[in-house]
């Protein structure tokens, strides 16, 4: 088997909840499984993989539960919720691909790093926080919440109260020492979960976690930078990035440039809630040397290393 290099994808948390009607962790695990063949593929194909992946609506899930029982038990903390996500959706990859390299007769090792990512108490995303998380409240609701527990609120018109938290600017990796010894031909390391747990860096050296959700595309990024990754590829659920998406004037764009990426980014092409920070992150990777980067779906992942599927970005185009 031939070394390809080392290719970093980040798998979205959307791509474990395929719809309403499928979400419990049997649906999800099940979806893990169908995931986890598909970076199979490209790891027989002789790729060193690094995983990262979101943990949206799986947070959701654990913030909810939290909410209903919160006459009985105390609220779960962010940091904690992002820790355990971590460690459930790490243990659905390492089980799925692990029986995956069973089958394929394969000798390769699953790992997933519980993953700190540093980030700055003085960003400005702390003074306003945007970033909404959990169920709608009604307003008497979450000015309670917001009393007895500090959180910050927001309304969202038409919907309701949100509970809204910072989302910070990754700095640095905790463990990222830990997750480059790992990474080697034999081991697919799964690391950066959920955008990994924001914490910040006291005096002294040592950390302390925050309520705070990272973007795990911009954690995603910058481990794939910190490894030198050849490839840094994006999973969404499109298999390319679209101009003018849903419109009449729709087109898809195959091989791109950064320059091109930024130009369409200026015109407000990539929203902020989904396509954007994909976009920001590939190419913050190509501009600080990453030789290649890939915006596909998880079903073409194999394809799209073969400059077969997806949108392929080169700092040239």
């Known amino acids: ?52 992946h979101g ?26 919720a992002g820790a355990d996500t971590q460690g459930a959706i790490g243990y659905m990859f390492q089980k799925a691909l692990r029986n995956e390299f069973v089958r394929r007769e394969m000798p390769h090792n699953v790992i997933t790093i519980v ?49 809204v938290v910072p989302s910070p600017y990754p700095e ?15 081991n697919v390391v799964i690391a950066c979960g959920g955008g990994g747990i924001p914490v910040v860096e006291r ?13 795990k595309d911009y954690a995603s990024c910058l481990l794939a930078r910190k490894l030198h990754a050849d490839v840094f590829i994006v999973t969404t659920n499109v298999d390319r990035v679209a101009i003018n998406y849903g419109t009449e004037n729709e087109y ?26 994909k976009v920001d992150s590939i190419v913050q990777f190509v501009e600080s040397g990453g030789q290649k980067a890939i915006i596909t779906d998880i079903d073409n992942l194999a394809a799209a290393l073969q400059d077969e599927a997806g949108t392929i970005i080169t700092a040239d185009g």
């Open 1 to 52: 088997m031939s070394n390809r290099g080392v290719a970093v994808v980040a798998i979205g948390g959307n791509a474990l909840v395929l719809d309403d009607s499928h979400r419990t962790v049997s649906d999800q695990f099940l979806a893990a499984k169908r995931a986890m063949k598909n970076v199979a593929d490209i790891v027989e194909a002789g790729w060193t993989v690094v995983l990262t």
């Open 55 to 80: 943990n949206g609506p799986q947070v959701g899930y654990i913030l909810r539960r939290s909410e209903l029982a919160l006459d009985e038990l105390h609220p779960v903390p962010m940091d904690y």
């Open 115 to 163: 993953t700190q990512v540093r980030v700055s108490a003085d960003d400005s995303a702390f003074v306003t926080p945007t970033k909404p998380i959990g169920s709608y409240m009604s307003q008497d609701h979450a000015r309670k919440m917001a009393d007895e527990y500090g959180w910050s609120i927001s309304e969202e018109s038409g919907f309701g109260w949100r509970r």
């Open 172 to 186: 640095d990796i905790i463990e990222f020492e830990p997750i480059k010894e790992m990474v080697t031909t034999e």
């Open 203 to 215: 005096g002294d050296g040592t950390i302390k976690g925050v309520e705070a959700v990272v973007d």
């Open 252 to 277: 898809w764009l195959d091989n791109t440039s950064i320059r091109e990426l930024k130009s369409h980014r200026k015109t407000g092409q990539f929203p902020e809630g989904s396509m954007g920070p």
